[in-house]
């Protein structure tokens, strides 16, 4: 139970992030004149930012590969999302960008985590 309790945190902001990837947005976005920089792909970003900092400091207290684990649960949900969203979500497209994006915050909250427990 003491290792669970590491993980609650983490899997709480998963299923908001899954959650939120279902909910239907605008075409506000495809107005602005650098894409892949739109809000939207900044909050990508900054979500698995948020997600892989959780996950890696949860796994952290669980795990010796917290940093690989939590990258594969963070960049899987990721792709996963954009594919479910393409296939169930009326509203919602597959957005390759989207991914670049959720890799990157990944990736980002990766090294953060890195610099922090050093």
């Known amino acids: 139970m003491d290792k669970i309790k590491h993980l609650i945190l983490p899997l709480l ?13 605008t075409k506000a976005n495809n107005f602005l004149t650098f894409y892949f920089f739109s809000q939207d792909k900044i909050l990508h970003l900054s979500c698995y930012f948020v997600l892989q900092l959780l996950w890696s400091y949860g796994l ?6 917290p940093l690989l684990m939590s990258l594969v ?18 509203g919602r497209l597959f957005e390759f960008l989207d991914i670049i994006a959720n ?16």
């Open 60 to 65: 952290n207290k669980i795990t010796k590969w």
């Open 103 to 118: 890799i990157c915050g990944s990736l980002i909250g990766a090294l953060v985590f890195i610099k922090i427990i050093k």
């Open 13 to 25: 902001a998963t299923v908001i992030t899954i959650i939120g990837s279902g909910i239907s947005t």
């Open 73 to 90: 649960i963070t960049i899987g949900v990721g792709i996963l999302m954009e594919v479910c969203q393409y296939l169930f979500f009326e």
